[in-house]
């Protein structure tokens, strides 16, 4: 006989989903952001990606302190704080950043804003932890992609109008912002902007922590020795530190007036450390799970092929979605690519972040309790109502839509898509890998609108990347 379905708890899901959406909202926000950093503080394209690298490493460094405390004390602080009072924290936390930040822009320091970004998604790491299964305890396990999804397609909303609510607040305009628009910001409106955002996380935690509907979601089972796996995430932390070390002393001396050709060779001399930090993510984690398999004892849940090959996944799936969308206007520039200008590219940007949105849109049909036939139905109208939303927004925004109206054929491949994954977590992350993989190698070996269309169906691929990976990675783990 089988076991009767869990009911959704979708009060809580509805309060949870909001903090989904200040992840889109911040972190869309750092592509007015980098420009505006680029010109002010006369940085280069590796430089002004400082922002960026600094946002996202705080979720590994959030990640791990958090580990290195549940092995030391052999409790996990999430689980002990519970799932809603980790939130709560990791808001009130974000909210420091944003402090941070006002001091650092009156300040005039680009290296404090840095800080400050850090702390900002510092916690958002502790926010990530404790939502993601949160959303999957909300109701039940088979549908937990579906739940994860919905949070991921109100993560994509705010991303989606993230830039234009940014560019209201430091341009008192939505329309085309132009890089003498950029040029001429005044820092006093970045900190009128970080005092707005530092009040949303605040208002956040309180939304958050008085709600009624939202359980603790305290979870009192001892936590596992994982004193290697601790063992081997330090080492790799100490070998990625190396391999970064000699990309940012290129900076030391660098190159004034050079050639083409040893600008070529000094961005190719970077590229290898890069490379290199990249395979000590691969072979370290592959031969943690290697070792752990053999030997279980002191490796915790790295003994999981899924868990580590999640990890993997995960670690890809965020690398491109951020490196396309934070180099797609510097790549639009380019003469192959039409020479747009920064108000020029745009809408291509909105777009690609606004590719997200529909994808997981779409993806989020399978949290609520419809028939097959509505569903079907659904995951036909609902990416076509999206495009046409952020069609509308960037039509509203004074931008050139006319170049996107075309980009529908793309929604529909995605749409083909979800009909032969089935809602099948496995096949659908095989289905948009494939489909993601021939979008890259179409940009690369043409140009114009089809190599364009190409990068921007990135957006679309990874849209369901993150609810799939993270369910299947857990799959049989016996925690969550």
């Known amino acids: 006989m089988s076991q009767p379905k869990q009911p959704t708890n979708y009060g809580a899901l509805g309060t949870l989903v909001t903090v989904f959406f200040f992840w889109g909202f911040i972190a869309a926000g750092n592509s007015v ?66 402090a941070a930040m006002i001091m650092a822009v009156n300040g005039n320091s680009f290296a404090g804003m840095l800080v400050g970004l850090f702390i900002v998604a510092l916690g958002f790491s502790l926010q990530q932890t404790a939502a993601q299964p949160f959303a999957i305890t909300l109701g039940d396990p088979a549908t937990g992609t579906a739940r994860v999804t919905l949070g991921g397609a109100v993560n994509s909303f705010g991303t989606s109008i993230g830039p234009l609510v940014v560019a209201l607040a430091l341009f008192g305009t939505t329309a085309a912002i132009t890089d003498d628009q950029i040029a001429a910001l005044s820092l006093s409106k970045v900190i009128v902007l970080y005092v707005g955002v530092g009040a949303l996380f605040i208002s956040a935690a309180a939304m958050f922590n008085f709600s009624k509907k939202v359980p603790s979601g305290v979870i009192l089972e001892k936590t596992e020795s994982g004193n290697k796996a601790l063992i081997m995430l330090l080492i790799m932390t100490v070998l990625l530190g190396a391999m ?26 970077r590229l290898r450390w890069l490379l290199g930090a990249l395979a000590v993510v ?92 509505k569903k079907q139905l659904l995951q036909v109208v609902v990416p076509l109502v999206a495009f046409g939303i952020l069609i509308l927004i960037i039509y509203l925004s004074n931008y050139n839509v006319s170049a996107l109206y075309y980009y529908v054929i793309c929604v529909i491949v995605l749409i083909i898509a979800f009909f032969f994954s089935k809602d099948k977590p496995v096949q659908t992350l095989l289905l948009f890998s494939l489909l993601g993989v021939a979008g890259m190698v179409i940009g690369l070996l043409s140009t114009g609108t089809v190599a364009i269309y190409a990068f921007l169906s990135a957006g679309l691929c990874c849209s369901i990347m993150w609810p799939s990976i993270f369910s299947l990675s857990i799959a049989g783990l016996g925690k969550i």
């Open 282 to 373: 691969v072979i370290g984690l592959l031969a943690s799970n290697l070792s752990a398999r053999k030997k279980p004892a002191g490796w915790g849940a790295m003994r999981y092929p899924q868990l580590v090959l999640g990890m993997l996944g995960i670690f890809t799936y965020v690398g491109v979605e951020v490196a396309v969308g934070s180099n797609l206007g510097e790549l639009l520039k380019q003469k192959e690519f039409g020479s747009l200008s920064a108000s020029q590219a745009t809408p291509y940007i909105m777009m690609y972040w606004g590719s997200l949105m529909i994808g997981r849109w779409t993806g989020a049909v399978g949290a609520f309790n419809f028939s097959k036939t």
């Open 33 to 98: 952001f980098i420009p505006f950093c680029k010109h002010y503080f006369h940085l280069d394209q590796f430089q002004s990606q400082l922002i960026d690298f600094a946002f996202y490493t705080a979720y590994y460094v959030g990640a791990l302190l958090l580990f290195i405390f549940g092995t030391v004390s052999g409790k996990d602080l999430v689980g002990k704080w519970g799932y809603k009072k980790s939130i709560v924290y990791g808001l009130l936390f974000s909210a420091l950043g944003a």
């Open 244 to 269: 970064f070390v000699p990309v940012f002393g290129t900076y030391k001396n660098p190159l004034v007036n050079a050639t083409e050709a040893e600008q070529k060779a000094l961005e190719m001399y």
